[in-house]
């Protein structure tokens, strides 16, 4: 049986090898590594056009929408906090597009620390900008830290009713968006999961499933792709 094929969203950086430096499509092997490991096939996908994402809808059997810089505010109404880096304005116009794209084509997904952020902006829902003012307190931007998960949950049935973590965040889900549910929460109740109601496997956490030695996770998706 062919394994099913499961995109990966990419960076678009400068980089070097050898003695050429030049814009590329990057990514962390993490995610690759995990998705092999899990019996899918792992395929980049470059944050180019916005139009193509319905092709990559309909061309894959699975998509994770990896972690990454953080969603521009103006998105969903916020002005831009100078403590956060950044945004990148491409990779935010490739991937809401892509992520509604997955939704309207029921495609299996797992959206990643800031591909939960993306999933939930394009659903219609808001980010806490600089979540340590809002929570008086840093301990989201420590590595590890305990979530509980509800059980009647595909999260919870792929990981059990809690899970220590990795994924030091400064952002988080303020407002919900359309048709997601919270089912994972730190202990000052911050969302750290949701699930698309009604759709096949649609999953976003806030922390990075593919580090480390457990993969049920992404075997879940990959397992959710598969024809």
Same mark, same amino acid.
């Given at each position: 049986?062919?394994?099913?094929?499961?995109?990966?969203?990419?960076?678009?950086?400068?980089?070097?090898?050898?003695?050429?430096?030049?814009?590329?499509?990057?990514?962390?092997?993490?995610?690759?590594?995990?998705?092999?490991?899990?019996?899918?096939?792992?395929?980049?996908?470059?944050?180019?056009?916005?139009?193509?994402?319905?092709?990559?809808?309909?061309?894959?059997?699975?998509?994770?929408?990896?972690?990454?810089?953080?969603?521009?505010?103006?998105?969903?109404?916020?002005?831009?906090?100078?403590?956060?880096?950044?945004?990148?304005?491409?990779?935010?116009?490739?991937?809401?597009?892509?992520?509604?794209?997955?939704?309207?084509?029921?495609?299996?997904?797992?959206?990643?620390?800031?591909?939960?952020?993306? #999933?939930?902006? *394009?659903? /219609?829902?808001?980010?806490?900008?600089?979540? $340590?003012?809002?929570? %008086?307190?840093? &301990?989201? @931007? !420590?590595?590890?830290?305990?979530?509980?998960?509800?059980?009647?949950?595909? #999260?919870?049935? *792929?990981? /059990?009713?809690?899970?220590?973590?990795?994924? $030091?965040?400064?952002? %988080?889900?303020? &407002?919900? @968006? !359309?048709?997601?549910?919270?089912?994972?929460?730190?202990?000052?109740?911050?969302?750290?999961?949701?699930?698309?109601?009604?759709?096949?496997?649609?999953?976003?956490?806030?922390?990075?499933?593919? &580090?480390?030695?457990?993969?049920?996770?992404?075997?879940?998706?990959?397992?959710?792709?598969?024809?």
């Amino acid at each position: 049986m062919p394994r099913p094929l499961i995109g990966i969203t990419a960076y678009l950086e400068a980089a070097r090898w050898g003695t050429w430096v030049r814009e590329a499509v990057l990514s962390p092997h993490a995610y690759a590594r995990a998705v092999e490991k899990a019996g899918g096939a792992p395929v980049l996908l470059p944050p180019m056009s916005p139009y193509a994402a319905g092709d990559y809808a309909r061309g894959l059997d699975g998509l994770i929408l990896a972690g990454g810089a953080p969603v521009d505010p103006a998105l969903y109404g916020e002005s831009r906090d100078d403590r956060v880096e950044e945004p990148q304005a491409h990779r935010d116009r490739f991937e809401m597009a892509l992520a509604e794209a997955a939704v309207r084509a029921d495609l299996p997904f797992l959206a990643i620390s800031r591909g939960m952020h993306v #999933l939930n902006v *394009a659903q /219609g829902g808001s980010l806490i900008p600089w979540l $340590p003012e809002a929570v %008086a307190h840093e &301990r989201h @931007g !420590t590595a590890r830290h305990i979530v509980t998960v509800s059980v009647s949950s595909k #999260l919870g049935k *792929a990981i /059990g009713d809690h899970a220590e973590v990795t994924g $030091p965040h400064h952002q %988080a889900v303020k &407002r919900l @968006g !359309t048709g997601l549910l919270a089912v994972a929460w730190a202990d000052d109740q911050i969302v750290e999961g949701v699930e698309l109601q009604g759709h096949r496997f649609g999953v976003g956490v806030q922390w990075h499933p593919e &580090r480390g030695a457990d993969n049920r996770l992404i075997q879940a998706l990959v397992d959710a792709a598969r024809p």
